[in-house]
Each structure stands twice: as structure tokens, then as C-alpha cells.
């Protein structure tokens, strides 16, 4: 069984159709790069499937529950998380405060009103591992307004992660950030998705980015598929080059 | 002028029915003028000026001051009713002083901040008319009386009414007009959809920006002043025209001014007719359609969420 | 805005001189004086419930008078319908009234957020202000209620002539025991899981949601513990007061509370404290001076705005701050 399906999932906006009837599906454990020109409906679709946006018809099917009409926090109970484009982290809160705010919510205890954040060591212990397993545990107490821009991407997806979810959506993890603080970030989402087992899906706009790291290569143009399979017959797929790559990418 | 208060199978008579809708009307004529500029200001700046209420008690109490300066007890002549835009005139006035001292240095800040300065000078500006005017109403109703009534059937209507009515027309029309039919209006337009793009093709936002907070002040002091010879400047009738310009926009979008305009219209009619049935609840039902509104259509029935 | 730098938890046990201080002062200054500091008091719970909605969480309402005055009225119909003048039932009653009208009114604002919000709280209090007017009958109108001493977990009030010695005794000892517990409490709950959700939602409304946070509830939350606050306020206001009337429900009040919030400055915990306290001085001692009250606390609040936004607390912490690097 796949882990998440998509079945003629459509939405539009005015006339244009931003994701035009999507069968689209990620298995068990793996890295699937969603990638396409502008406007090609990448973010669109993972907004639909992260619950951002509903669909004007279709449906999304997550181990085989109907997830289409779920509500944002329930789809994440149900094991979906995602981190944004544009880099959106907690500013005023420190680092840690950011990663413990994600446990909270997954582990239902942002309810608690009378009892201190900070006194729950099971929560504050887990964040900072996930501090140190992205490389950021030395800015634990600070806020996370002052990190550089690649640290914050790497807080983003640092909260996705920390909900523990079983599929990841990363929009351009890599987008607005210096090419040597690239290859950090995407070795962090590969460990991710090789220990914990837990597929991802990149939205990506860098080739060498994509072929480098996914197992699997979903490309989409106005709105539908165009070809969906491994690096390999993405690169020799003549229409898909023809159409978004101009030339052949390079090795 | 109503007999008994509205039960089902009292039928009332046209020329008391249509007493009735010109009052709404005139309500309507005001309101549009509030809300529009409220409205207006919003689209183009996404600011709202919580002190745009006492910009339209500006525009009364200068002018009623106006009207009784030249006054001086004889019989107003035609001349006086050109003071009218007095009103509308100091209001945009204000406006220009204020949006560059004030509102401009905080573009670049959280919004909260804009609400609190405008709120800062919503107390200012209250208590600014107080310690000009003084604490009792002023009152400009010999423009009002000058123009007797009219006879509409069996009943009676003042005249005045009517002038407030066409103005209010004028207004909308005229705004249209510019909006829609002038360079100014493109200018305008293109800003409030796209700043930065408006900005990287030349305009001068700072400079456009002036201009539509004064226009919108223009409109909030045109109400004023139009309003003043029939009901008089008193304290405290900003913050009241600020609650419904609020109502207005809730129900017709917050920079619309379609929805303005429609908005207007309905608090009009709803006000009125429900003063008329049922005086003490006239409050509540405005207050009841903006919330229904606001659960329906958060973004208004024209506006953009 | 920037962030203000987190005053340490070390800096937190200075409260407890604070604390010893207040309870000593009723031996060192005038009894007019002490009411004066339990009015202070008051407004600072007022400004603390106030700040958790907009420190804390991003909302700025202009209508918090409405949960106010509910506490006030509240205890002036358990006088005047049922009798009775027992402070604990006052609280009861204040607290459950403002709670009622904050969650209804909670729940209409609350999907909300800035202009709309600011603007529809303002507009529900002025609602309940012209209620509180027309039905003058009910609520006395413009003359308002009085409300007598009431007793102290018990106590009977004592005669009329001792009544400044009650309320700048036991009444203020009462109202500082009832502030320090609510201000820990605050502490709390903006130190909790909940709190930081809240600061969350601040921050990214959108992130905050797609962490898991469910916005619209803990705002609405939020929002109920923040009206609890202003009408336990008003509670233990109107028997030092000793009346109640529609002015307390009128928007000119829910102003000088966002006034006096952002005066101490809401970007820290205990800014709102200090602002209240330091507003009700400035009010009782200005207002003798001038009518225009409401024009010196609007061009108090441009200046503010413009120049020190972190009000006097946070540019205090900000001094502090630049004098330790530098030393």
C-alpha cells in the first residue's frame, strides 16, 4: 500500500486550473522531488495535500483514510507535516522554545495553562536532540529572529520534523541559501528519511539538488503530470527535457 | 408620523412609505461619504484610521462654526451654503498634515502600531473639538429651516433633506468618475493592488499615498458638513459615525467602495425602517446584520479577503 | 518589533522585595495614599489580562472595558437584588459574568485578527455601554449603583466613619494578596506550553497552525482569560469605588486601558504592571490640572508610538542592558 494517493485531485483558481485531475502517490520511505516550472502547481498541491487550500473536487487518501476535508491539525495528528517557502519559524521565541512548541502540540499539551514549559524535561531534552541533529543546538536560547537565513530553513524543517510526522513536505528547502549551506541541509532531509523511515517530498527548483539526492521524480506542468520515475528516465525523457530543462542537466 | 409600531398588516401609506426611504436615503447619502473614505483609504494604504470619525465631526463642527461666523444673526443667503465645503475642506486639510507626520514613519511596523496612533489621535482630536468648541452642540439649522419643506402627499419633508440626498449622489458618482475615468484614478488603482510594482514603474507612493488619505478625509468632512445644518455637531458623534462607517464596511468589504455604496444603502433602509417599528432595538439589528454578514462573508460582500 | 531581551528567572525572585514591599507600606504612608496604590493595583491585573491577548498573543482590542464593567456591575446587581455584600461572592459572580460575556464575545472576535478585531470589540462594548444606559432602570443610568464596604471572607464591614482605615487596611491587603496571586498566575501561563502557543500564533499565524496549534481555540482561550482578569478588576474596583456607572463600560475606558498597557510597555511581563500602577498616579494627580485628559493621554500615546514603543519597562530593560555591556 502507498503511503499517500491523490485521485483526480483538482483545484482552480478563476479559470486556470492550478492542479489539474492529480493521480499523484509517494511510498514507504521514500525522497520524491516534486518539480516543475513556475506555475506548474507544485506548491499548490502541496498545499492541498498539507490542507492549506481545499480542492474543488478529488481526493487524498493517507494509509487509506480520506483525508481530503480534514482539518490542518488532525492531518497532522494523522502523520503529515510541512515546512514553507518562504521561511516562516517563530521569531520571538528562542530556538528551543520553537522545537518544544512542535512536541507540545504532538504530544497534546499546549493546553496546559499552569504548568511551565520549561519544567517539562522529557520535551526540552527531545528538542535539543533534534537541535543537534540539525546542527543548531548552539543557538538553543537564542531567539530565533537572529539565526542566518540557512539556519532558519533548517529550523523550519526542524519543526515539520519534530512532529514526528510519516510524510514531509519541504518547499524549496534549499531555495535562498548559500550552495555550500545546501548540501547540509539536504544530507539532514536524506539521514531523515533513511533512519526514521519516513518519506519526503521536496519541492525543488535545483536540478543538481534533485537528481542528486531523490529516489524518485515527479514532474508536473499547467497543473498535471507530465512524467513521474527515477533520475535516470527523467533525464532521458525527451519531453521533459524538451520542456522544462532546455538542455540536458548536468551530472 | 407612524401610528402604531409595525405589526404585521399595517399598511403604510406611500407618501409615508416614501418619507421613510428618504430618510434612509439621506442616512445612506452620510454614511457612503464616511465609510467610503474609510474604504478608500484602506484600498489604496491598507491602514485604517481609527480617528476617521472625528475627521467627519471636524468637518461639522468647522463648518457649522463657519455658517455661524458669517451669520451673525441675520438671514443666511445663498452665499452660505458655499460653506459648506468648509468643512470638507479643513477634514483634508488635517489630512495632509497628519498622514506624513503620523502614519508614515510607521508603514514599516507591525500593524498594531498604526491602530494605536490613530487611536492616540482619535483621543487627541476629541478632546482637541472640546477645547475649541466647548462642550455644548453647534448648530447650523438656520441653512436647514432656510429651505422650508416640501409637501410629498399627506406628509411633510424638509428640503434640506433632499440637498443632502443629491450631494450625496454627486459624491458617489463623482468618485466613480475619478476612480474609474481619470489618470489619478489608474494611478490609484495600480497602487492599491500592486505597491511595489506601482513603485518600480515610477509612481510616487509616498506622494499618492497623501493624496488618498486626503481625499478620504475630503469625504469624511464633505459628510459632516452636509450633515450639520440638519443635526448639529455634538461631542462624540465621531466615534459613533466610526462604529457605523464600521458596520458599513463590515457588510460592503473593506476597500470597496461598491460595497460601500451597498452597505450605505442598507444601513440606511435597515436603520430607518427599524427605527420606525421598533425604535429601541435600531442598535441591535445593525449590529445583528454585520454580524450575520461577518459569519457569512468575512471579507464583506465585495471585499477582498 | 524587536525583541526585548528575557529579563532572567534571577531577576524574577527581585519580585519577591516587591512584594515585601507592598505589604510593609501601609506603615509608612497615608492611608489616602495606600487606596491610591490598591487603585494601582487593580488597573495592573486590568493590564496584565489585558497584554496576554496583545504581548502575548497579537490581538489588540479596543473594547476590554466590556469585561471590566461586567466585574463591576456584576457585584453592584448581587447588592442591589440579592443583598448581599460578601466579597468572595463578588468575586464569584464578576469573575462568572465577565467570563460569560468574553467568551460570547470572545467567540465572535476571535476569527478576527487586527483591524476587524480592533474594531468589533470596540463596537460589542459600545453595545453593552448603550444598554447599560438605556436600561437605566436596571443599571441606574448616569447615576450608577452604589455598593457598600463589603465583607472580608467574612468579616463585616465596619462602621462608617472607620471606612478609609478599612479600605486602606484590609481591603488592600485583600486586593495585594488577590494581585499577587493573579500575577503569578500570569507568570505562568505565559511561561506554559499554552503561552508559547499563543506567542506562536504571534508571531506566524500560519505556522503556528501548521505546527498543530488550533488558532482560532487558543485565541478564544486567551481571550477568556484575558476578560476574567479585566473583570476580576472591575470586582475588586468597585467596593473601593464605592459606584458603579456606565462610564466604566464606555470606550473612553477600554482606551486608558491600552493606554496605561502600552505606556508600561507590552512587550514584557511586567511592563503592564507598571504601567498600570504609574497611570493611576498620573491620573489622579493630572486630572485635577487640566479637563483635557483625554488629549494628554492621546498625544502621550503618538509620542509613544513614535519614539519609545517599548513603553517604561522595556526601555528600562533596554538601559539596563547597554549600562551592563558597557561596565
Known sequence: MVLLETKSLTKYFGDTHAVDRVHFSVAHGELLALIGSNGAGKTSLVNLISGLLRPDSGTILFQGADVTTMPVHDRIRAGIARSFQLVTVFDQLDTLDNVALAIFCREGKTRRLLSLASSDHAVRNEAFEILREFGLEAKASQPAGGLSQGERKLLDIALAYALRPKLLFLDEPTSGVSTREKAPIMNIVTSIVRSGKISAVIVEHDMDVVFRYSDRIVVMHEGAILADGTPDEIRRNEQVTTTLLGTSPSQ | MLDSPGVLGHVAPVDV???????????????????????????????????????????AYSTAWAVGRMLGGGQPSLMLYLLLPVGAVTAAALGAILEPTLLRPLYKRAEEYQLLITFGLLLILEDLLRFIWGPYPLSASSLFEALGSLSIGESVYPAYNLVVIVVGGIAAVALWALIYKTKFGVILRATSQNMRMASALGVNVNRVYMEAFTLGCFMAGLAGAIIVPQQGAVLGMGVDALILAFVVVVIGGLGSLEGALLGALMVGIVREFGIAFFPEVELAVLYFMAAVVLLIRPAGLFGHA | MNPIPALPKRALLSAIPIAVILFFLPLLIAPYQVTLLAYGLIFAIAALGFNLLLGYTGLLSFGHSAYFGMGAYAVAFIVKYFNITSMEVFLLGGILASGAIAALFGFLCVRYTRIYFGILTLALSQVLWSLAFKFYWVTGGTDGLRVPTPSLLGVANPEREEKMIFLAHRYYYYVLVIFLVAASAMWVIVHSPFGKALQAIRDNETRAEFVGVQVWRYRWIAFLVSGIYAGLAGTLWVPLNGLTTPDILHWTFSGKIVFFTVLGGFQTFMGPIIGGVVYNYLETYAVGHTVYWQMVLGVVLVLLVLVLPAGIAGTAGRLLLRLRRAT
Do not use: C, E, P, T
Not at chain 2, 434612509?24 to 457612503?32: D, T
Not at chain 2, 483609504?41 to 471636524?58: D, P, S
Open chain 2, 17 to 59: 412609505l416614501l418619507v421613510h426611504l428618504l430618510n434612509a436615503l439621506l442616512y445612506a447619502s452620510v454614511l457612503f461619504l464616511i465609510a467610503g473614505g474609510l474604504s478608500l483609504i484602506y484600498g489604496v494604504m491598507r491602514i485604517v484610521n481609527l480617528a476617521h470619525g472625528n475627521l467627519y465631526a471636524v468637518g
